[in-house]
């Protein structure tokens, strides 16, 4: 039974862990949607260079 119960709860803490790590993951993809869609949008001079170092 105490293995049991060590097992349940080592599960859930991976579980916890790449919860986490999804939520950065989303995170992440979320910031970098947000910043084409303001370039698509507005096109700001200082995102113009950005953007020309990923097309050159």
């Known amino acids: 039974m105490e293995k049991d119960n060590r097992n349940k709860s ?12 999804e939520v950065q993951f989303y995170g992440i993809i979320g910031a970098i949607f947000f910043f084409i869609l303001i370039y698509f949008i507005f096109q700001p001079l200082w995102m113009r260079t950005v953007i020309d170092l990923f097309f050159n």
């Open 10 to 21: 080592f599960f859930i803490w991976i579980e916890e862990i790449w919860e986490e790590i």
